[in-house]
């Protein structure tokens, strides 16, 4: 069994100003920044990116500066297994809180780090319904907007369940598990088809609403003879929350791998989820390029899978910085490795 420095019992007033703030930022951004449909370009969604990954760095500066002041008068501070293995090694109580001050900050710029390289292998899916769908390049940033905002709801939700679950230990083997088979599913699965008109959850919107053919600007439903009908823009918000689903399945228990801290896997995964639209306009159209990155994906998934279910129950620890290293040496060589071999065209029979 794990302990929390953070519990969402005690500590409910920072995840509520901190979801303030998030929706307060989409707020800002759908209102005044993207108040007009438009077609995003590379220019904007490089300059909104860098925004979006500014604000996560700003945010772990200023989560690294309370951390250093708030962990030495923490109240349950010395019953917590970590702070008590540390202070046998450095003896000194100011300085074993300033070490775990920087340790969850690391832990927090790795996780932001994990969850941006695997929504890069959402980017593809998203590519495919957009285009399925036949929903104008204007549109797409309305659409993700509302994506974002059922991803922050559906993400809390599992984050909330995870922690709990995490409180187990066998449930840390188990998904440790979990990451590995998915790992080798990754990488032996192919190139898979995405057909939405299959989906069971497009086929269920389809009998709950009649959906019309066309769409009807950036409207989500349209009238047409008294009648409400779904617009092809409310199926491709549905399947990419679908989808989002999906991968959060993954995504969620490789950051549990990386620290146990509820408060520090939600607030990675979120940044990394508000900057997800700008990365899919500034990557959209060289997605496809970065062919070996699930191969650098899937061995950062076996790799935090192997700490949860192999090292762990032999008590072998893999330093944090170590594991920041290594998962960025790993996804950058996947990135230069796809560029400089690029993926042969396949050509129809």
């Known amino acids: 069994m794990h302990h929390e420095f953070y519990p969402f ?3 409910w007033w920072f995840y509520a100003s901190f979801i303030g703030g998030v929706l307060l930022l989409l707020v800002l951004d759908l209102v005044v920044f993207h108040k007009e449909a438009h077609e995003v370009s590379t220019k904007e969604a490089l300059g909104w990116t860098v925004v979006w990954t500014g604000l996560a760095l700003l945010f772990n500066l200023g989560l690294w500066w309370w951390l250093r002041r708030d962990l030495p008068t923490h109240t349950d501070l010395m019953s917590h297994p970590e702070y008590t293995d540390l202070l046998e090694k450095f003896k000194d109580p100011a300085l074993v809180a300033t070490k775990l001050a920087d340790e969850l ?6 996780g932001f780090l994990v969850e941006k390289s695997l929504s890069v292998d959402n980017l593809f899916v998203i590519v495919v319904i957009f285009s399925f769908f036949h929903i104008p390049a204007k549109y797409q940033h309305r659409t993700l907007f509302y994506g974002i905002i059922g991803a922050i709801v559906f993400r809390g939700i599992f984050i909330a369940i995870a922690g709990e679950l995490m409180k187990f230990e066998w449930v840390v083997y188990l998904m440790g598990a979990f990451l590995i088979v ?17 989906n069971i959850v497009v086929r269920l919107t389809r009998r709950i609403f009649p959906v019309s053919t066309e769409l009807d600007g950036d409207h ?13 823009l409310f199926l491709a918000l549905v399947f990419i929350e679908f989808t989002d689903i999906v991968f959060a399945i993954d995504s969620i228990p490789a950051i549990f791998g990386i620290t146990k801290e509820p408060m520090i896997v939600f607030t990675s995964n979120m940044f ?16 496809d390029k970065f062919h070996l990155l699930k191969w650098g994906l899937a061995i950062v998934l076996a790799f935090v899978g192997s700490k ?3 090292l762990l129950p032999l008590h072998i620890k893999v330093p944090t910085l170590l594991s920041l290293a290594f998962i960025l040496v790993t ?19």
Not at 182 to 198: E, H, L, N
Not at 275 to 284: E, K
């Open 272 to 287: 990394a989820i508000l900057g997800l639209r700008n990365l899919y306009f500034l990557l959209a159209n060289a997605v």
């Open 220 to 232: 989500f439903f349209t009238i047409k003879n008294g009648v409400r009908y779904a617009t092809p």
């Open 105 to 110: 900050s690391l832990q927090f710029l790795i």
């Open 182 to 198: 998915t790992a080798i599913k990754m990488v032996r699965g192919g190139d898979q088809k995405i057909d939405p008109d299959k």
């Open 331 to 349: 996804i950058t060589a996947s990135i230069v490795l796809s560029l400089k071999f690029p993926k042969k065209p396949t050509h129809a029979a």
């Open 9 to 11: 019992a005690d500590y």
């Open 308 to 310: 949860m279910a192999i």
